[in-house]
């Protein structure tokens, strides 16, 4: 600024060309810095809409492959087969899906319920408490009235040549009494404010799962996981089921047409069993507590095991005998139970 006044001069003129002057210099660079601004925007639009045209070309090319599929009578059963599999996946994983978050929102709600019983409990006892309090000191401010009354009609009914000796330690007396009452009244107000605050406290926000909890929770949603894949016995149609939900359709061949209506019987066949399934609890449950007692955690605060601790399918026959067999649920991920975990 200094060296614009050496140059221009200090009359007004010159001060008002001095200011035009510095205005341009920073509207310029205000409109530099917004066409940096617009031609960053622009370099991310135009990446956007090429990662759009991948995108599109991308699926372009799965509905023709879909298309030449379709109209290949080679392959046009085992293009039904293969969707009617991912059907049948999809459906497991809803179920699990479903199953974990009522279960979540269930712990939730019953950890929250309890944190709020506890609070109202110590709300309650430190409301009881303080109204205690707030009772001692109305009766006290009771007696100090009564006190400070009896004090003064005792003054009123003194007689003249003993008013004069006595006034004085009397009236010393009602003013100590009216500053007592003064201060235990002061103490009423406080006490009665702070029962106010406690009765308006608001009840504290959900904490969420302690890692105890979580692991119950996982162990529930494990054992619920294989209980569906239990659901296909020993039909390695389970293996099929995740092989759609992992392949494109045309990466699988599952035969002629006779071989492919098999399937498709014996996929309804399951979808039927699945759904009449009887409620199982009480053996999910069990199921989980034997897969908690061998479940390994790498560290104090992982909510899921290692996937080898628990590679293993449980299941009780009606006499209530476990039958154990090999099965990684967990680690092959079946019905996409990963994404249902707590974590």
């Not at 087969?81 to 979540?104: M, T």
């Not at 009423?188 to 406290?201: A, H, M, P, V, Y």
Request: glycine share 4%.
């Amino acid at each position: 600024m200094s060296s614009l006044t050496a140059i221009f001069g200090n009359s007004d003129e010159k001060d008002q060309d001095s200011d035009k002057l510095l205005n341009l210099y920073w509207n310029r660079a205000e409109l530099k810095k917004e066409f940096a601004g617009m031609r960053k925007e622009q370099f991310r639009l135009q990446d956007r809409i090429r990662q759009q045209e991948g995108s599109a070309a991308r699926l372009q090319q799965k509905l023709e492959h879909l298309e030449e599929l379709l109209i290949d009578p080679q392959w046009v059963h085992n293009v039904v087969v293969f969707f009617q599999l991912r059907s049948l996946g999809l459906r497991c994983e809803r179920k699990l899906a479903k199953f974990a978050e009522q279960l979540k929102q269930q712990r939730e709600q019953k950890k929250q319920n309890s944190v709020l019983v506890r609070w109202n409990e110590r709300r309650t006892a430190q409301s009881k408490e303080v109204e205690q309090q707030i009772l001692l000191k109305r009766d006290s401010v009771q007696q100090l009235e009564d006190q400070l009354q009896a004090e003064r009609q005792r003054l009123t009914n003194m007689s003249g040549f003993l008013k004069i000796f006595r006034r004085r330690a009397v009236t010393a007396n009602l003013d100590n009494l009216a500053e007592e009452l003064d201060l235990v009244r002061q103490d009423e107000f406080d006490l009665t404010q702070s029962l106010e605050k406690i009765r308006g406290r608001k009840p504290p926000d959900n904490e969420g799962l302690d890692t105890n909890s979580k692991r119950s929770i996982n162990l529930m949603i494990l054992s619920f996981a294989q209980q569906l894949y239990a659901l296909f016995a020993d039909d390695p149609l389970a293996n099929l089921v995740r092989e759609s939900r992992q392949k494109s359709v045309g990466s699988v061949n599952y035969g002629g047409r006779q071989e492919c209506s098999a399937l498709l019987d014996r996929i309804h066949q399951h979808i039927e069993t699945m759904e009449q399934a009887s409620d199982l609890a009480e053996d999910m449950q069990k199921r989980a507590k034997l897969l908690g007692q061998c479940a390994v955690f790498h560290g104090d605060t992982d909510a899921i095991p290692n996937t080898g601790s628990v590679a293993r399918l449980l299941r009780f026959d009606s006499k209530g005998f476990v039958h154990e067999s090999e099965a990684d649920i967990l680690g092959e991920n079946y019905w996409a139970i990963a994404t249902t975990l707590c974590r």
